[in-house]
């Protein structure tokens, strides 16, 4: 396995590495490092990943300079490699939500993380994130996402999650191969608020999809969350 770099954004790198067995047509990870005067990465990738995802890295900046270390939720290949990466670099911080925290990384964390309210920005220093809480939004309780304001990209962690090892960024419909895996794996936490969470996301008007899983867009991006949202109510019979 290799993990391979391009810049989807000004200043935002998506880190890809391809898992070829772990969907058919194989299975992307991806990481994204935005490039800022406090630069910031979201998502770590597995604890086995470190040694790939780390030299990715270090090819666009430092490791020692990374600051923030961010991730949509709690899983491994979310933030396995969460305290490689606090020993590597000896002043980043986690930051992540209330409940985030107070759940699980207040004690995970090898140094204290960062709390963060709903709708609170931390300015990077020609970047600024904007922290979302969404609850069980595409799944567990302290998920969220992260707005980059600058740029207008939506680092989207699990949602429109779709298999194969495509490109860095299409022009396609994401939708549809996204309701696909869905028909696979069912990760997804259904419920009546599904749809509502993600529709103000929507609002956002996104000018960047950013993938945890799959190929990222700048392509119809408000209206792929909404017609996510229609799906997604439609799935447990809501208008």
Not at 208 to 234: N, V
Request: aromatic share 6%; glycine share 8%; net charge negative.
């Amino acid at each position: 396995m290799q993990t391979n770099t391009y810049e989807i954004a000004e200043g935002i790198y998506r880190l890809s590495t391809c898992v070829p067995d772990a969907a058919p047509g194989g299975f992307t990870f991806n990481q994204f490092l935005v490039n800022a005067d406090e630069p910031m990465l979201f998502h770590t990738g597995a604890r086995r990943m470190f040694p790939l995802v780390s030299r990715a890295i270090g090819r666009i900046i430092g490791l020692e300079r990374l600051r923030w270390i961010m991730f949509g939720h709690l899983e491994s290949d979310e933030c396995g490699a969460m305290n490689e990466f606090l020993a590597a670099a000896p002043h980043a911080q986690v930051a992540h939500g209330a409940i985030g925290c107070m759940v699980s990384l207040d004690d995970l964390c090898d140094r204290p993380p960062r709390k963060l309210a709903d709708g609170e920005v931390i300015d990077l220093g020609g970047k600024r994130v904007r922290h979302i809480d969404t609850p069980h939004v595409p799944h567990n309780w302290e998920a969220r996402v992260l707005f980059e304001e600058t740029t207008q990209t939506l680092l989207c962690g699990d949602l429109f999650t779709h298999t194969g090892d495509g490109p860095p960024l299409v022009e396609t419909d994401i939708v549809s191969p996204a309701l696909e895996a869905e028909a696979r794996f069912h990760a997804t936490s259904l419920s009546p608020l599904t749809g509502q969470t993600i529709r103000r996301l929507a609002a956002l008007e996104p000018r960047m999809l950013a993938l945890m899983h799959g190929s990222s867009t700048r392509a119809r991006c408000a209206e792929s969350l909404l017609r996510l949202a229609d799906a997604y109510d439609s799935m447990i019979g809501q208008d």
